[in-house]
């Protein structure tokens, strides 16, 4: 869906799987000052919007995901996974429940795959799966904001900040009312620094949750009961991911950032070196220059001098070896 705030002064497209929202509006480093003291507002309508209603739903979510959902309190909020029988990453959900409805944010265009899985999986359970992406858009608010939410309004509180499930009459008036505006580049970039996995970026058709950190946060390991699961409680318990996530320092004298998929290799090896992974998503941050996060294999020194393309990177181990 095309955001109407697009249509604001200052408003440049983002693109790829952002599209629809803006990248920016005008200043990528005051919109990222901004969100880290606690000012600002991101438009983030495009992502996709899902409802698991019915007095099963939290049992039923329980069996499908991989977070511990049957006993999940209303106003708290959850990271959950989806993955395929052999333990890869199928979808990322970003819950909450609001005592009636769990509501869930998901990336732009994958809702209609999701809801089709879990009509597969409902059986006789009582519950009813719904996509609200055409009524219901996501605003984010940083951590320390102030701004109010109106009655009613379904939030989803983090320590990154909040995620607002609002109506997508409200908007226009409400972004109006909590600015100023920050871009989806600006968000990503505290993403980045953050270290927080992106399904499509910092995964790919045979990612294990494992490998990006989202062991804890989204896969709860005392449970079980779901698709997947012995891939992740034997890579847990006996055996090591394949591949790690790493943040990188870029050398800030290239112009153009390295782009999702270009090849990491070691940096004593040169651009004619053996791939030992791949860049996930590269950002320009207001304090630390270019940044990135990337995927390697498992086996890279944790200090090896490293290079993304043509450009020199440092590593930092977000995932250890």
Same mark, same amino acid.
């Given at each position: 869906?095309?955001? *109407?705030?697009?249509?604001l *002064?200052g408003?440049?497209?983002a693109?790829?799987? #952002?599209?629809g929202?803006a ?15 606690g ?17 099963e739903?939290?049992s ?6 991989t977070?511990?959902m ?10 959950a ?7 890869h ?7 909450? #429940? #609001? ?6 944010h ?7 795959a999701l ?13 009813e ?8 858009a ?21 320590p ?27 968000y ?5 620094e ?7 970026f910092?995964?790919d058709h ?6 990006v ?5 989204a896969v ?14 034997r ?5 090591k991911? *394949? ?15 390295p ?5 990491v ?47 020199a ?9």
């Amino acid at each position: 869906m095309k955001s *109407p705030l697009l249509t604001l *002064p200052g408003a440049v497209p983002a693109e790829g799987p #952002d599209e629809g929202v803006a990248a920016h509006y005008g200043d990528l480093f005051r919109e990222q000052r901004a969100l880290a003291g606690g000012t600002g507002l991101v438009d983030l309508s495009h992502r996709g919007v899902i409802t698991v209603s019915g007095e099963e739903r939290l049992s039923w979510l329980h069996l499908l995901l991989t977070q511990h959902m049957s006993e999940l309190p209303a106003g708290r909020a959850a990271e959950a996974l989806i993955l395929s029988a052999h333990g890869h990453i199928e979808h990322a959900l970003y819950l909450v #429940d #609001d005592g009636e409805t769990v509501w869930a944010h998901v990336e732009p265009g994958t809702q209609e795959a999701l809801i089709g899985y879990l009509e597969s999986m409902k059986f006789f359970y009582k519950v009813e799966v719904a996509d609200r992406t055409a009524d219901f858009a996501v605003v984010h608010l940083p951590a320390g904001s102030i701004a109010e939410t109106s009655e009613g309004v379904v939030v989803r509180e983090t320590p990154h900040g909040r995620d607002l499930f609002l109506p997508r009459t409200d908007l226009e008036s409400y972004a109006a009312a909590h600015g100023p505006l920050a871009g989806i580049w600006a968000y990503e970039a505290l993403r980045v620094e953050q270290h927080r996995p992106r399904l499509g970026f910092e995964t790919d058709h045979r990612t294990i949750p494992h490998e990006v950190g989202w062991i804890g946060s989204a896969v709860h390991l005392q449970k079980g009961c779901y698709r997947g699961q012995e891939t992740v409680a034997r890579v847990h318990n006996l055996g090591k991911p *394949p591949r790690r996530l790493v943040f990188l320092h870029l050398d800030g004298s290239e112009v153009q950032l390295p782009g999702h998929g270009t090849p990491v290799r070691l940096a004593s090896e040169g651009e004619e070196g053996r791939q030992l992974g791949f860049i996930t998503t590269s950002a320009r941050h207001h304090e630390l220059g270019p940044i990135a996060l990337a995927l390697v294999k498992r086996n890279v020194p944790v200090d090896a001098g490293l290079v993304a393309g043509a450009t020199a990177a440092a590593q930092e181990a977000v995932v250890q070896p």
